[in-house]
């Protein structure tokens, strides 16, 4: 069993900065691959960036040059460093940590932090 908690949200003007944090509970973080994923109004939920276990990570085109993800295996933490931020980056951003035992995927989200950029 895996939990998440998102911290970090907030209101930011457009051009603003925010670092998201996700600290995670349960056992063997390092194992996991983490994601940021948003939930914009009127729109469909969407991958933000990812960070696999090994350190590799792979990011939405929109985000492009703006965002970071990191993660801080010995305190059970990921981040996502967020500037420039525009309008369009508002919505709920969830934490996803995700890992297989053998053939089984497992998969965990965190309860969601609302980021609200204003232009």
């Known amino acids: 069993q895996v939990q998440l908690v998102e911290s970090g949200g907030g209101l930011v003007q457009a051009g603003g900065s925010l670092r998201l944090s996700c600290a995670a509970s349960g056992s063997s973080f390092s194992r996991n691959a983490m994601s940021w994923y948003r939930h914009a109004p009127g729109k469909q939920l969407e991958l933000v960036e990812h960070?696999?276990?090994?350190?590799?990570?792979n990011y939405a085109d929109a985000v492009k040059g703006r965002v970071a993800i990191s993660r801080d295996n010995a305190k059970n933490t990921v981040y996502l460093q967020m500037n420039s931020l525009k309008p369009e980056d508002t919505g709920v951003y969830y934490c996803?940590?995700?890992?297989?035992?053998?053939?089984?995927?497992?998969?965990?989200w965190g309860q969601g932090t609302q980021v609200t950029v204003s232009s």
């Open positions: 996803n940590a995700a890992f297989y035992l053998g053939t089984t995927r497992y998969e965990y």
């Open positions: 960070i696999s276990s090994g350190g590799s990570t």
